[in-house]
C-alpha cells in the first residue's frame, strides 16, 4: 500500500533548479536511503515532502490523500489553507541533522508538545506515552534534563522520540547522524535500525552507505536535483551502467 507518492517535483531557489521533476512512491513498511553528492537536492526533497519548502509544481499524496496547492499571482504554488498543514506534519515526522529541540524546555516537555498541541492528545496520557518513547530510545533517567544537558547522540535520540510521540505514518531522516560525533553515530543508526526492523515507514538521507546497504529496501541516487538510479540496495550499490554513481561511490570508499 502507497504511503506516500510525489508526481512531476520541481523545486528553484533564484531561478537555479534545484529539483528536477522528481516521482518517487513509497509503499507502507518501506525503508527508503537517499544518497547522492552534497547539493544534489536530497534535504530540498525531504523539505518539500514535510512542506518545509512548497514545490514550484507537482503533486504530492498522503495516505490517498492529495495535499492540497494553489498558484498565487506570479503562478507558484503555496500551500492551500495553512491549518491543514500541522495535521500533514504530525503524520510525516522529521527528523533534523541538528536536532531542533527547544532549548528551554525539558525531554519530557519537547515530547509532549506536539502530541497535547496538534493531536490534542490529554496531557497525563502524553506523559506516559513520552516515557514509553524515552524508555524505547534507552534514555529514560533524562526525562527532567534540558538538550544542553546531553549529549549530541542524546539530543538525537530524544529528537526521534518527539517525532514518534506524534505517530506519523512516514518518518523522515535528514543527515540526522552527520552532526554528531563518530563516536556517537552508533547509538543513533543502532535506534533507525530497530525503528525500521518494527516496520516504521522510513526515507532516509544519509551519507551512511554501510546503514543504507544494510537496512534499505530501496535506494535512490540522485544528482544534480534529478533521481538518477533507483533500486534495491545491491542494484545501486554494484551498479555498472551509470557513470554518476559508479564515481560517487568511488569517492565515498575512498573517505
Given at each position: 500500500m502507497e504511503v506516500l507518492g510525489l508526481k512531476g517535483i520541481c523545486k528553484s531557489f533564484n531561478g537555479q533548479a534545484i529539483l528536477k521533476d522528481i516521482d518517487l512512491s513509497i509503499q507502507k513498511g518501506e525503508v527508503v536511503s537517499i544518497i547522492g553528492p552534497s547539493g544534489s537536492g536530497k534535504s530540498t526533497l525531504l523539505r518539500c515532502i514535510n512542506l518545509l519548502e512548497v514545490p514550484d509544481q507537482g503533486e504530492i499524496k498522503l495516505e490517498?490523500?492529495?495535499?492540497?496547492?494553489?498558484?498565487?499571482?506570479?503562478?507558484?504554488?503555496?500551500?492551500?489553507g495553512r491549518k491543514r498543514v500541522s495535521p500533514y506534519r504530525s503524520k510525516v515526522g522529521m527528523v533534523f541533522q541538528h536536532f531542533n529541540l527547544w532549548t528551554h524546555k525539558t525531554v519530557l516537555e519537547n515530547i509532549i508538545e506536539g502530541p497535547t498541541k496538534v493531536n490534542k492528545m490529554p496531557k497525563a496520557e502524553a506523559v506516559q506515552l513520552a516515557k514509553e518513547l524515552l524508555h524505547k530510545v534507552g534514555l529514560a533517567d533524562k526525562i527532567n534534563s534540558h538538550p544542553s544537558e546531553l549529549s549530541g547522540g542524546q539530543q538525537q535520540r530524544i529528537a526521534i522520540a518527539r517525532a514518534l510521540a506524534m505517530n506519523p505514518s512516514v518518518l523522515l531522516f535528514d543527515e540526522a547522524t552527520s552532526a554528531l560525533d563518530p563516536e556517537l553515530v552508533g547509538e543513533v543508526l543502532k535506534l533507525m535500525i530497530e525503528l525500521a526492523e518494527g516496520g516504521m515507514t522510513m526515507i532516509v538521507v544519509t551519507h551512511e552507505?554501510?546503514?543504507?546497504?544494510?537496512?534499505?529496501?530501496?535506494?535512490?541516487?540522485?544528482d544534480k536535483g534529478a533521481i538518477v538510479?533507483?533500486?534495491?540496495?545491491?542494484?545501486?550499490?554494484?551498479?555498472?551502467?551509470?557513470?554518476?554513481?559508479?564515481?560517487?561511490l568511488q569517492r565515498i570508499h575512498a573517505v
Open positions: 490517498g490523500e492529495m495535499v492540497k496547492f494553489q498558484a498565487n499571482k506570479e503562478g507558484k504554488l503555496t500551500l492551500f552507505m554501510k546503514f543504507a546497504e544494510k537496512v534499505s529496501d530501496r535506494v535512490v541516487f540522485m538510479k533507483s533500486g534495491k540496495p545491491e542494484e545501486v550499490f554494484y551498479c555498472t551502467d551509470q557513470p554518476r554513481l559508479s564515481s560517487f
